[in-house]
């Protein structure tokens, strides 16, 4: 297919120029359709696997993971090369071999690595391979758009493509098979127990009233527990816990899998919160039960001194069948068949949204959860499906205290008794061009534990270090609660933030799900 960007023969496969000039392309594009047929372009001539690293590739995703290529490598990089002859498939066997240097030498071994990816990389292609070592090709929101372009390349229904993605949980995989196979490979992504696949998430509401109205037909009222999300799979006697970004906990937490086996119903998916309460029945603060769940070794002391329990809001499976299609009712009629009161969420039901009694008695569930020290509540529609790897519209969120999910995007070096630790953060909302813009600073809200737990992940993400300021991999994302917005010609977006204080760490969230910087300049009430 003709194209204006360069492009390559079948023969010897897609070039990274080709990427380059496309993703820059894309970037400029406003309109969504436009956006969608150039890649759907770029599909067309793409092989299984070359699809499936223009997927990741493009949304800022390296296959290998992090591969330890920071600013120190590739500040000084060669002369570029004449012409453009990196393919795509050439460029992964590069990162491949990077990835895998390990121990003594490696450091040099990998330098060295590098400026032959670069000495064989056009000027182009050079600047897209360093934005892409150094985490700063981040179009999320992409992926979105990458799936309908896919979907009309193989022609496969936009609807199957996306089920097969939540189904899965990896869209360059069902990228390679859409382009192997054509859309029968579609029917192979079954709904399993023991494969986990993304949760459902919420949107946010300002009041439960609103939440009710938005909705607009019969729904429960939920209360919003402050802990870990776990999707519990049980096919026999085996238990795997997987967290919302489908890692794999299970042996951190042996009190989940003892309840499951306690659970009938297998095989089942049950989804739900990880909490913790204290002798008081009081919810133990997040930051405990991560920690918790974070700890890898002696997990026997670790249960002495900190135990939890699951408390499960919906169920995916049960008896061996999908139930995700039911709608929210019958799920919930399922999940009180299943499970004792005690490892239920707590909810009340709103059956006529227009009954000014039944809404007061919602905002008075909301009033009682918070006196309780949960979070707020979910308002959830009773007749919906379970919108897996989505942010349904059918779940809106309820909370008090207004926070965003921001992007560390660097970080200072503390004075007096925070000094050898990483303090002032800088913090970056999510910008249209899959860059981020910063929002303003803080070093409020950290605890000790904190500060030393982000000393070490910012050590990891980062790209340079001139004795004050540690600039790092915008990938941390941070929940922040401020009180409000304010103008300031010294950031960028023209405002920042008001007291701005850290809530809490969010190593389960990617960067492309920090908040969009629109969400502050409109200065809607935030989730
Ligand atoms: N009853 C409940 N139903 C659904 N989710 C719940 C419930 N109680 C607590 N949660 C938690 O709230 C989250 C839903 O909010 P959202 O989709 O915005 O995710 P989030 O960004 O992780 O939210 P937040 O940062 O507010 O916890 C879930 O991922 C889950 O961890």
Redesign the pocket.
């Given at each position: 297919m003709a194209s204006g960007t360069p492009s390559s023969g079948p023969g010897e496969g897609l070039t990274l120029a080709r990427l380059a000039a496309v993703s820059r392309e894309v970037a400029a594009a406003s309109a969504r359709s436009r956006k969608t047929e150039l890649l759907a372009r770029m599909f067309d001539q793409a092989r299984p696997e070359e699809a499936a690293l223009v997927v990741s590739y493009l949304s800022g995703r390296l296959p290998q993971g992090r591969i330890g290529v920071g600013w120190s490598t590739l500040r000084d990089p060669p002369p570029p090369a004449p012409a453009p002859r990196l393919t795509l498939a050439a460029t992964d066997a590069a990162l491949d071999t990077i990835a895998a240097l390990k121990g003594p030498g490696s450091r040099t071994a990998r330098r060295a690595r590098v400026h032959e990816l670069l000495a064989a990389a056009t000027d182009g292609e050079q600047r897209f391979l360093t934005r892409l070592l150094l985490g700063e090709v981040r179009q999320g929101a992409l992926d979105a758009v990458a799936l309908e372009a896919l979907a009309r390349a193989a022609g496969a229904p936009a609807d199957a493509v996306r089920r097969a993605v939540m189904l899965d949980g990896s869209l360059p995989r069902v990228a390679r098979a859409l382009l192997a196979e054509g859309p029968a490979a579609l029917g192979r992504f079954r709904f399993t127990v023991g494969t986990p696949v993304l949760?459902?998430?919420?949107?946010?509401a300002a009041s439960v009233t609103e939440a009710v109205r938005t909705l607009g037909a019969p729904c429960a009222v939920?209360?919003?527990?402050?802990?870990?999300?776990v999707q519990v799979h049980r096919t026999g006697d085996t238990v795997r816990v997987h967290t919302?970004s489908l890692d794999d906990i299970t042996e951190r937490l042996p009190e989940v899998t003892e309840a499951a086996l306690r659970t009938p119903g297998a095989p089942f998916i049950l989804?739900?919160?990880v909490v913790a309460v204290d002798r008081d029945g009081r919810p133990v603060p997040f930051q405990e039960i991560a920690a918790r769940v974070g700890s890898r070794t002696d997990i026997a002391s670790a249960r002495a001194a900190l135990p939890v329990a699951p408390?499960f809001?919906?169920v995916l499976a049960a008896d061996g069948a999908p139930t995700v299609d039911l709608p929210a009712r019958e799920r919930h009629a399922v999940l009180a068949r299943l499970l004792p009161p005690e490892l239920r969420?707590g909810?009340t039901v709103v059956t006529d949204p227009g009954d000014g009694a039944q809404l007061a008695a919602a905002e008075a569930f909301l009033a009682r959860a918070l006196a309780r020290g949960q979070?707020?509540?979910?308002v959830?529609a009773l007749d919906a499906p379970y919108a897996a790897g989505r942010?349904g519209r059918s779940?809106l969120?309820v909370?008090p205290v207004h926070?965003l999910?921001l992007v560390v995007l660097a970080a200072e070096w503390g004075h007096g008794r925070r000094t050898g630790l990483l303090s002032n953060l800088h913090l970056g909302a999510r910008a249209g061009d899959g860059g981020f813009v910063m929002l303003g600073k803080t070093f409020k809200g950290l605890t000790d534990e904190m500060l030393a737990w982000q000393t070490r992940r910012l050590g990891e993400l980062a790209v340079a270090d001139d004795g004050f300021t540690v600039r790092v991999r915008p990938e941390l994302v941070v929940?922040i609660a401020y009180d409000g917005v304010q103008r300031s010609p010294r950031y960028p977006a023209g405002v920042t933030l008001r007291f701005a204080r850290v809530v809490r760490h969010?190593p389960?969230?990617r960067a492309a799900?920090a908040d969009p910087v629109e969400r502050v300049l409109r200065r809607e009430a935030p989730?």
């Open positions: 949760p459902m998430l919420a949107h946010t939920e209360e919003k527990l402050d802990g870990i999300r919302r989804d739900g919160e408390v809001f919906d969420v909810r979070e707020g509540v979910l959830k942010r779940w969120k909370k926070t999910d929940e969010r389960d969230k799900e989730g």
